[in-house]
């Protein structure tokens, strides 16, 4: 990704390629494990990169796609083609690209895992490159955070609304 090999990558270098490709700066402080940048015009519905580094080390971690919210179930299947193009076919896939939960995975030899998603019934596309290198060794890290906020939502997905006598 913009010339850096994402496997090995400190946050200085990503920072580095980030200034040289031409993305706006969100947000970019030692203070937080995430630097945001604007990148409307890299792919289509993109609004924004997310970059997330380990504490220890500042190593990439992680990188979030942020997609604009779109009604068209269509979109992850665009995006799955553009990762397919590079990378070749998923390791696996589960859901429909129709509808439904979807998602897609990669595994490539550097340990970087890409993952090309939709969650139901939002329809929001996500892309996601994990450093599984980095986040195994992460001991309080940004995977835990993830695990710990996907079991809320999965908690508050079983949550009666307030005006719903229980």
Do not use: C
Request: proline fraction near 5%.
């Amino acid at each position: 990704m913009f010339g850096v090999r994402l496997g090995t990558a400190t946050r200085e270098v990503m920072r580095q390629a980030i200034r040289q490709a031409g993305l706006t700066v969100h947000r970019e402080d030692g203070a937080f494990q995430e630097d945001i940048y604007e990148a409307p015009n890299l792919m289509p519905g993109l609004l924004q990169l997310k970059f997330s580094y380990a504490r220890q080390g500042q190593k990439l971690a992680r990188v979030d796609y942020v997609f604009m919210t779109f009604s068209d179930n269509a979109h992850v299947e665009d995006v799955k083609l553009r990762i397919e193009g590079r990378f070749g076919a998923p390791l696996r896939v589960t859901g429909r690209e129709e509808s439904g939960p979807y998602q897609a995975v990669w595994r490539l030899p550097d340990e970087m895992e890409i993952v090309v998603g939709r969650e139901w019934p939002k329809k929001t596309t996500y892309l996601r490159f994990l450093n599984l290198s980095v986040l195994t060794q992460a001991p309080a890290g940004l995977e835990r955070e993830a695990v710990k906020a996907q079991r809320e939502k999965i908690q508050n997905s079983q949550a009666l609304p307030i005006w719903v006598k229980q």
